[in-house]
Nanobody
Framework: AQVLVESGGGSVQAGGSLKLSCAAS????????MGWFRQAPGKEREGVAV???????NYADSVKGRFTISRDNAKNTLYLQMNSLIPEDTAMYYC?????????????????????????WGQGTQVTVSS
């Protein structure tokens, strides 16, 4: 059975908003790193946003100020609020969970390119932004 299931994708015009959800069939309170990645046609997969269990977040420069990642461990759900969407945001968006951290500035950080993992991936949800 799929551990992570995304929803909320769709087609919007530039400037519009979408909210992605990722429902987990495992207890997310036990998962330190969770995040969203995306892959556009002909491009490599890239990290979009990550959040750790103490709600520290990190965003790709291309989405800072427009996207907000959050998690609700009571609902075992990860979210991505996407505002001011642009055509360059068009991609398949994947939810991911459970990967190793790296030390930085005296704390353990969730990065987009971890040494190991993510161990769980969703099947993806398509986001299409038209100009």
């Amino acid at each position: 059975a799929q551990v992570l299931v995304e929803s909320g994708g769709g087609s919007v015009q530039a400037g519009g908003s979408l909210k992605l959800s990722c429902a987990a069939s495992i207890a997310t309170y036990s998962i330190y790193c969770m995040g969203w990645f995306r892959q556009a046609p002909g491009k490599e997969r890239e990290g979009v946003a990550v959040i750790d269990s103490v709600r520290s977040t990190n965003y790709a420069d291309s989405v800072k100020g427009r996207f907000t990642i959050s998690r609700d461990n009571a609902k075992n759900t990860l979210y991505l609020q996407m505002n001011s969407l642009i055509p360059e945001d068009t991609a398949m968006y994947y939810c991911a969970a459970d990967w190793t951290t790296v030390p930085s500035g005296g704390r353990w950080m969730c990065t987009f390119d971890p040494p190991e993992g993510p161990n769980y991936w969703g099947q993806g949800t398509q986001v299409t932004v038209s100009s």
